[in-house]
């Protein structure tokens, strides 16, 4: 079975400061990776994904994620967050041969001006 | 703005009501999805339709209906609900039900009193 992990539940940071939200999975096989993002009030969107490829992926908004297979982590990075960064930011993966998607449980980004 | 369109954004209703969710989309996709969120929650899968048949349905109980008349709409019809299946209910769609890469309606926000 497919399991995510985000170890932060609540992060809050200054504007201008570096972001880096750990996320974990467990699944014995391919996967695809997932950040979404939904700031307040908004509906749920893709803030990047992994495939295959490169490991280093860039997404909308100044945002990155590395796939380390050997660590099955997918984390992402912000080298300077803003304001508008604020909100909620899920981790998903989905195994190649699994029927779901599954949600990490998310991790609250509070980003102070 | 999203290209999954939901109505209504707002809906109150009593236990003995009936009442619907509805969903379209015109992006081509032929998988959809209905998930349950509550605040400060990643979503929960409810049900998935790939090529307009149920392919998942989550355990969920009856007084939750699901149909999808065609490859653009997605319903979900609500009967005698409780008060604790208040939630924001959110839909979704995928070029396929294999990606995981999801494009989410702004959900419909659901109170039972």
């Known amino acids: 079975a497919q399991s995510v992990s985000q170890h932060n539940h609540h992060v809050i940071l200054s504007e201008a400061a570096s972001l880096e939200l750990g996320c974990n999975y467990s699944?014995?096989?391919?996967?695809?990776l997932f950040w979404y993002v939904q700031y307040p009030g908004q509906h749920l969107q893709l803030l990047l994904k992994y495939f295959s490829g490169d490991p280093l992926v860039k997404g909308i908004k100044g945002f990155e994620a590395e796939f380390i297979k050997s660590k099955f982590s997918f984390n992402l990075r912000k080298p300077s967050v803003q304001w508008s960064d604020t909100a909620e930011y899920f981790c998903?993966?989905?195994?190649?041969?699994?029927?779901?998607?599954?949600f990490g449980q998310g991790t609250r980004l509070t980003i102070n001006p | 703005d999203t290209e999954v369109t939901q109505t209504p954004k707002h809906l109150v209703m009593g236990m003995t009501n009936k009442k619907s969710l509805k969903c379209e989309q015109h992006?081509?996709?032929?998988?959809m999805y209905w998930y349950k969120q509550k605040a400060k929650k990643p979503p929960e899968l409810m049900f998935v339709y790939s090529y307009e048949k149920l392919s998942i349905n989550e355990s969920v109980p009856s007084r939750f209906s699901p149909e999808c008349p065609n490859s653009s709409l997605l319903n979900l019809h609500l009967h005698a609900l409780q008060p604790e299946d208040s939630a924001l209910y959110l839909c979704a769609s995928s070029q396929d039900s294999n990606t995981g890469e999801l494009f989410f309606g702004e959900g419909s926000r659901l109170t039972v009193l």
């Open positions: 699944y014995g096989g391919t996967v695809n």
């Open positions: 992006m081509g996709h032929r998988a």
């Open positions: 998903a993966v989905k195994g190649q041969g699994a029927q779901k998607l599954v």
